[in-house]
């Protein structure tokens, strides 16, 4: 889903901006979802920041 990203490794999720998706950016760790708070950040420049 468009603004949704599953985190494969580890248990905690740093709120950080990377992971600042905006108002309907639900970040699903190992079933739990957490609401991130920040900026929006289209998925795609999401995607390149967590490449670099």
């Given amino acids: 889903m468009p603004g949704e990203v599953t985190v494969l490794a580890g248990d905690d999720i ?4 990377l992971l600042a998706l905006g108002a309907a950016g639900a970040i699903s760790n190992a079933g739990r979802r957490r609401e991130v708070a920040g900026p929006a950040v ?3 420049d999401f995607v390149q920041l967590a490449r670099a």
């Fill in 42 to 44: 289209s998925f795609e």
């Fill in 14 to 17: 740093y709120a950080g901006p």
